[in-house]
T-cell receptor, first 112, second 111 residues
């Protein structure tokens, strides 16, 4: 997993509650990403970061926000969880442009 | 239409078979092509990384890119039960870092 840790690994939450997922990396990678993986859709980019406090939206960013106050941590927040956000969330990190992206083990989130 | 299309399978083959996995794409801006392997309940791990058209070989794995047809392939020779996983194609545009993924093909190699 190239030093990428996601927490929690599993979470069940209720509709309407805020949820924060954490991604921690130990390799000082500049770029970090949050993807969600759903059957029939594959992995889709939610948000990404190209440095501390520098973030941008991906393909499916509605209902999500991110923050990166330190190089090693990238947080994904579901502001008010909905059942459509039930998914497996993956964090990835990358050192330089056009190099390999390393993925974490995933967080399985269920919104009931 | 999705930018990257991949047959979801599932694909089941006997041990020792040659496996062919494929993706097509619609955007000619894609220049970097990857294959990831994902075991059940794990994160994707990079198998092959190629730039533009051509072939790249690594052990039992060969990645092939045909930009004129917007078609990429991954061949697995002498397939093993340990190759049983979901294989994801991914691609990236020049100047961008985010990846566009296929939906994945689930492969089972039967001993």
């Amino acid at each position: 997993d190239a030093g990428i840790t996601q927490s929690p690994r599993h979470k069940v939450t209720e509709t309407g509650t805020p949820v924060t997922l954490r991604c921690h990396q130990t390799e000082n990678h500049r770029y970090m990403y949050w993807y969600r993986q759903d059957p029939g859709h594959g992995l889709r980019l939610i948000h990404y970061s190209y440095g501390v406090k520098d973030t941008d939206k991906g393909e499916v960013s509605d209902g999500y926000s991110v923050s990166r106050s330190k190089t090693e941590d990238f947080l994904l927040t579901l502001e008010s969880a909905t059942s459509s956000q039930t998914s497996v969330y993956f964090c990835a990190a990358q050192d330089l442009e056009n190099t390999e992206a390393f993925f974490g083990q995933g967080t399985r989130l269920t919104v009931v | 239409q999705k930018e990257v299309e991949q047959d979801p399978g599932p694909l089941s083959v006997p041990e020792g078979a040659i496996v062919s996995l494929n993706c097509t794409y619609s955007n000619s801006a894609f220049q970097y092509f990857m294959w990831y392997r994902q075991y059940s309940r794990k994160g994707p791990e990079l198998l092959m990384y190629t730039y533009s058209s051509g072939n790249k070989e690594d052990g039992r794995f060969t990645a092939q890119v045909d930009k004129s047809s917007k078609y990429i392939s991954l061949f697995i020779r002498d397939s093993q039960p340990s190759d049983s996983a979901t294989y994801l194609c991914a691609m990236r545009k020049t100047g961008a870092n985010n990846l566009f993924f296929g939906t994945g093909t689930r492969l089972t190699v039967i001993p």
